[in-house]
């Protein structure tokens, strides 16, 4: 009830304020929100949001009577806002302030915005508080611009800024104890974090460029050695699990260039995994020729499952969802 008298409330002042319509509200589990129908250049700013959310705890201070009415439908100076087949004959209003001698001077119903002690008035058939002071509180929450350049407001009401509240100063212990640092110093230490773990990232990757060359080597080594018939077909498997997509490309593309310059191999393989084991990864096939990889992909998508993904540049790059029987996989 009270994030729904909080929705009227917040709606009322938008209009009044800013002459901006809701036309849409979602009262959520959590956070409730109202869309407004903005501009796709409009910006509702945060001084323009802390304004809003002061003027509504403002009314709600002034214990304003929130009062439920009901309107004959033909008489109703605002009737376009229930559906147009509606034929209930009369419509059930919240209104918020008092509307006595602030009639339509058309239609003899209560004005939608007037100025002074009448703040709105909506077309509801939901349950409300009886006056402003039962809401406690409002807070906004931020903005979220979507379709058609509409705007998101979220907001909490009375209980639910407590509840909020606690699971703020929950996350803040749990942050503290995992950054070993007070609240006020968690930004500043996500911050670092962040640093750290770019620098550690690029000298990852720079260890990998390193190591492609090697791994590729071993593999060359591999399909190289001991041939007895260089007719017949050969092939290896190589699994890096700490390696990504860019690594296993470049043992591929290597590898390739080690076999073309130099090798007594007519038909060879290889097929190159990256990933954890039980999460998969990327796959590269590298191999003599187009119809070699081809057959290769087709054996190892039964020996792992199937894997997604096509030629570039003389090689297959795709990737499969997990590496758990790719020891299995043979020519």
Known sequence: MQQHSGQHLLSAIFEKEERLETVSWNLGVDASHIELKTAKDYVIGADKLLSIENRCNELILENIPMTVRVVDQNSCSTK?????????????????????NLLDQNA????????????????????HVVNTAQLQQIKLAGTD????????????????????AEQSLQRDRKLSELLSCPPEMHCQAVERTKRQVKGALKSLASLRR?????A??????????????STKPRSVVYHCEDGDGPYANAVGNELGKLM?????VASWVAVIASGP??????????GSGEGEIHYALDLLSVTIGACKGGFARGIWQG????FGKLAKFSL
């Open 216 to 229: 590729a080597h071993d593999l060359h080594r591999q399909l190289t050695s001991d041939v007895a018939d």
């Open 210 to 214: 390193q190591l492609a060359p090697l």
């Open 145 to 164: 611009r979507i379709r058609g350049g509409n705007t998101r407001v979220f907001f909490y009401v009375g209980q639910r800024i407590c509840q909020y």
């Open 319 to 322: 990737k499969a969802s997990s």
């Open 108 to 127: 003899g119903a209560p004005s939608r915005m007037v100025y002074g002690r009448f703040f709105g008035n909506g077309a509801c058939c939901g349950t």
């Open 277 to 286: 084991k039980t999460e998969g990864g990327a796959v590269v096939i590298a």
């Open 80 to 100: 376009h806002s229930v559906p147009e087949d509606y034929v209930g004959g009369v419509i059930r209003y919240i209104e918020i302030g008092t509307a006595e």
């Open 260 to 264: 073309r310059s130099g090798s007594n």
